[in-house]
């Protein structure tokens, strides 16, 4: 998102610009890595159509980003011959629990497949892989750990343990003079038969300005060039084949956790009431260990009542009472992963980090959530006090999908309010910007269907949206 008015991109930073792309990809079936490795595929047909080149001796290396795509490059061509990557490698095991990685570290069904990090190393074996990490990074050494011992065994059914080794630097996230001494010697003993001087030696640097090939040093200000996202436009148009409503609602239920038909254990915790209204502060759980929290609203009138599920994240006990006023009883449920936590430093990217971790797993937050929303409806309809005929809910923002999701396999739920929910997958395509996305990703969805899909299986007449 490339803004040739600032100098820089609009959603900032290079992480920020990952994540854009990465919701994008996902949502076709696909991932952000796939760009990242085919320019390394590139850049390599042209290092090696060089005439100074030898392609039988041809390294390569990068730190963080870089480390990523040094590792995929080397597991994917054949003609890498020795690998460095520094500050990436790191086993799940230790990563699951940690900052999990950027969309193109992170690969959907990767986990549930039974893969690990270790696995490219493998694909390697036995060429020459040096794993460098620092002891201060977020890809922790505990982590390399694993993957190094873990390697070192497989390297020894070739008789070839002298060709992986790791080495760990001081100090943060980055590339220390240890570590780059420590590249400097593998390459010069795998690629140069280990005749030269692998210390740093002085080296002139040259400013940005001297080395752009480009007017601005941006490829995406060069007249007729095209950002990725446009790119992925093109990919998402291209492959769209429309969906039946029946087997959209196959791959919610397939996405939706089990739901038993028994009502859910629901602990009581804090009641408080006034002359009007009671208030109830309940646990319910929606899975076996996991407790989402939720408060009814309960107006002091006999006889059964309509009920209102009010879904959100915080912010909506003035909207439940609202409907408490008019005689309803309200639920105000909060499912799983409510966005207290969001990144500070990312404000659009939405709860990335717990759906990076479902998709790795093989599942999905959207529908996790989706889920828990159907158990609130449990709840409701569990009461004495609620007309199971009369349950209606409302959501706002991007929460509203997560209640379509719902809504689409518990017909108990009759009408929807949706109050600022997209209306479709569409503009987050056709713009370099997007907010949220990661809050209703579900990988391949957007392909077959659309956020309207989803209102459609409601039938005519039973939502009412606003914006």
């Known amino acids: 998102a490339y803004d040739r008015r600032l100098g820089r991109s609009l959603v900032g930073g290079s992480v920020n610009q990952h994540f854009m792309n990465g919701a994008?990809?996902?949502l076709i079936g696909q991932s952000f890595a796939r760009y990242r490795i085919w320019d390394a595929k590139r850049a390599l047909d042209y290092l090696l159509g060089r005439p100074e080149v030898d392609p039988e001796k041809v390294g390569c290396t990068g730190c963080s980003g870089g480390g990523t795509v040094t590792t995929y490059i080397s597991a994917l061509d054949p003609r890498i011959k020795v690998a460095a990557p520094a500050c990436y490698m790191n086993s799940y095991r230790v990563l699951f629990a940690g900052p999990v990685g950027d969309s193109e570290q992170s690969l959907p069904n990767f986990l549930s497949l039974g893969l690990d990090l270790t696995d490219y190393v493998e694909l390697f074996a036995p060429k020459p892989w040096l794993i460098a990490s620092t002891l201060e990074d977020f890809f922790t050494p505990e982590g390399a750990r694993l993957v190094y011992e873990e390697a070192?065994?497989?390297?020894?059914?070739?008789?070839a343990e002298e060709k992986i080794r790791w080495v760990v630097g001081p100090g943060p996230h980055g590339t220390p003079r240890e570590v780059r001494e420590a590249i400097y010697e593998w390459m010069i003993r795998w690629l140069n038969e280990g005749k030269g001087d692998w210390r740093e030696q002085p080296v002139k640097l040259y400013p940005d300005h001297e080395l752009q090939v480009t007017r601005s040093g941006q490829v995406a200000d060069e007249p007729q060039s095209r950002d990725l996202y446009q790119r992925i436009l093109e990919d998402y148009r291209n492959r769209k084949t429309p969906g039946s409503a029946q087997e959209l609602i196959a791959e919610i239920r397939k996405?939706?956790?089990?739901?038993?038909?028994?009502?859910?254990?629901?602990?009581?915790?804090?009641?408080?009431?006034?002359e009007l209204i009671i208030t109830d502060r309940i646990a319910i759980e929606t899975e076996p260990g996991l407790e989402v929290?939720?408060?009814?609203?309960?107006?002091?009138?006999?006889?059964?009542?309509g009920a209102v599920l009010v879904v959100g994240a915080g912010g909506t006990a003035s909207l439940a009472m609202g409907f408490v006023k008019a005689g309803r009883?309200?639920?105000?449920?909060?499912?799983?992963?409510?966005?207290?936590?969001?990144?500070?430093?990312?404000?659009?990217?939405g709860e990335w980090i717990t759906n990076t971790r479902a998709w790795l797993i093989g599942r999905n937050l959207p529908a996790m959530r989706a889920s828990d929303i159907s158990r609130g409806v449990d709840a409701l309809a569990a009461r004495n006090d609620v007309d199971p005929a009369s349950i209606t809910a409302v959501a706002q923002g991007v929460s509203g999908v997560w209640l379509l999701m719902a809504a689409a396999l518990d017909t108990r739920i009759s009408r929807v309010w949706l109050d600022r929910t997209?209306?479709?997958?569409?503009?987050?395509?056709?713009?370099?910007?997007?907010?949220?996305?990661?809050?209703?990703?579900?990988?391949?969805?957007?392909?077959?269907?659309?956020?309207?899909?989803?209102?459609?299986?409601?039938?005519?007449?039973?939502?009412?949206?606003?914006?």
């Open 24 to 26: 994008t990809s996902l």
């Open 152 to 159: 070192r065994r497989w390297y020894r059914i070739y008789g």
């Open 255 to 274: 996405l939706m956790p089990a739901n038993e038909s028994k009502l859910p254990a629901m602990k009581t915790g804090d009641v408080s009431s006034d």
């Open 293 to 305: 929290n939720g408060t009814f609203y309960i107006p002091r009138s006999p006889g059964r009542k």
């Open 329 to 349: 009883i309200a639920l105000e449920l909060k499912p799983r992963g409510p966005a207290t936590n969001r990144d500070a430093l990312r404000p659009l990217v």
């Open 422 to 467: 997209p209306h479709s997958f569409g503009p987050a395509f056709e713009n370099p910007i997007h907010a949220n996305l990661h809050d209703a990703v579900v990988p391949g969805f957007a392909l077959r269907w659309d956020i309207q899909d989803l209102a459609g299986l409601m039938g005519r007449g039973r939502i009412f949206w606003t914006d």
